[in-house]
């Protein structure tokens, strides 16, 4: 039975790599940050009590910003596969916190890669590290490929490209087997809330239901490569089965704005949007809506510009051309952009539903204003 070690644990691709190496028969460790609050709401359906037999499902805590912890779990766990998913990995933010970006996203791979070595597994342990197309940044080519130089344009960006080039050079200088993904936009319905795509499903479920009334978004204009997060995570696991170590761009060669994809999730809920205005003035406005049982109307405004969502380096168009992927892996993507964009409406319409069933029953609850 192989063993595999999964940072980021909690995380969406987390989740979703940890399900699908358990049902290839994987034993699954995941490292998770110790917190006053559950935050384990993506996993909990894989949990097994350790104390029944045959548990193939074991968490850990810890934090890729701690050396000691890192090093006394890979020399415990003596994994197999590392999966190095954890990371602070909202780009707005890590303009706020450019150290902990750097720290975590940066430092934290080089200290999974130290720790194998210090534990001896240096030919035994499989890396696969989490590279992102934020690393192209300013493209310097339309669609990028694992030959694009590389631009970052944010802390977040630049940190991951320290992570990329040590997985490089400790992969040549000590003949380890480190595998970089150069992962395109995913998403799903375990998106972070404060991730645009989510953002937007969740707003207009909310707002179909009359529990909010406005979108408060950054720049529309932008173009990101979308895809969905379960496609994703098989790419990673076929990554770590090669004969040799190689990198990769895991992407659907297809790009959107921002603002198409909030038209096709209102379209989901049977409502037609138009733009008017430019930049900050800019609005989206129903036009119709077809669904009774919403409570949109005509020519209301349910998407306005707050600059403070604007980044101070922006990233305009990413395209990734997956066909490298596609011809030694044998991967290429599953779910089409419009599939996605209903199943991420779809399970924000259930999951306020829910919490308004929980309402009428007299229970408490809480809804999160946006960020």
Known sequence: MKKALITGITGQDGAYLAEHLLGLGYEVHGIKRRASLFNTDRIDHLYTDLHQDAARFILHYGDLTDSSNIIRLIAEIQPDEIYNLGAMSHVQVSFSEPEYAANVDAMGLLRILEAVRLAGLSQKTRIYQASTSEMYGMVQQIPQTEKTPFYPRSPYGVA??????????????????????????????????????????????????????????????????????????????????????????????????????????????????????????????????????????????????????YRPTEVDLLIGDYAKAKEKLGWEPQVSLETLVEEMVDADLELVKRTLTLKNQGLKFYIPQQQ
């Open 160 to 309: 991951k490209l320290y992570a990329y080039w040590i997985a490089v050079n400790y992969r040549e200088a000590y003949n380890m087997f480190i595998s970089n993904g150069i992962l395109f936009n995913h998403e799903s319905p375990l998106r972070g809330e404060t991730f645009v795509t989510r953002k937007i499903t969740r707003a207009a479920a909310h707002m179909a239901l009359g529990l909010d009334k406005t979108l408060w978004l950054g720049n529309l204009n932008a173009k990101r490569d979308w895809g969905h997060a379960k496609d994703y995570v098989k790419a990673m696991h076929l990554m770590l089965q090669q004969d040799q170590a190689d990198d990769f761009v895991v992407a659907t060669n297809r790009t959107t704005t921002v603002r198409h994809f909030a038209i096709m999730a209102f379209q989901r809920l049977g409502v037609e949007l138009r733009f008017e205005g430019q930049n900050e003035q800019e609005t989206g406005i129903v036009v119709s809506s077809s669904n009774p049982d919403f409570v949109f109307t005509p020519e209301q405004i349910v998407i306005r510009i707050d600059p403070k969502y």
